[in-house]
Nanobody, 126 residues
Framework: QVQLVESGGGLVQPGRSLKLSCAASGAALNNYAVGWFRQAPGKEREGVSC????????YYADSVKGRFTVSRDKPANMVHLLMNSSKPEDTAVYYC???????????????????WGQGTLVTVAS
């Protein structure tokens, strides 16, 4: 059974950086597109970023564009999300999931996702 595991969450001050990681057991994450999602308290889960299997296709939600960077670590079979210039509104539980394709846009990525992890909590506060 495939399971994704997120790590790296925690408390970060506004304006600082935090790096989240996504690993997989039971599957070669390198073979699939991977999406990052987040769910803030009282809000629906939303797509944040997507990276294609090749790593050449990269997409971001407008709310994080220019601040977040998604990348692959192929030797380690992991995907990372570097959160720069953090804002309080970035506070959420962050999830990674396999997505069937990054094409179609970030907004509809949720419907194309599977293999959800348990999430990692990110709190941006001073």
């Amino acid at each position: 059974q495939v399971q994704l595991v997120e790590s790296g969450g925690g408390l970060v001050q506004p304006g600082r950086s935090l790096k989240l990681s996504c690993a997989a057991s039971g599957a070669a994450l390198n073979n699939y597109a991977v999406g990052w999602f987040r769910q803030a308290p009282g809000k629906e889960r939303e797509g944040v970023s997507c990276i294609s299997a090749s790593g050449l296709g990269i997409y971001y939600a407008d709310s994080v564009k220019g601040r977040f960077t998604v990348s692959r670590d192929k030797p380690a079979n992991m995907v990372h999300l570097l959160m720069n210039s953090s804002k309080p509104e970035d506070t959420a539980v962050y999830y990674c999931a396999r997505v069937s394709t990054c094409g179609g846009g970030i907004a509809t990525m949720l419907a194309r996702s599977m293999w959800w992890g348990q999430g990692t909590l990110v709190t941006v506060a001073s």
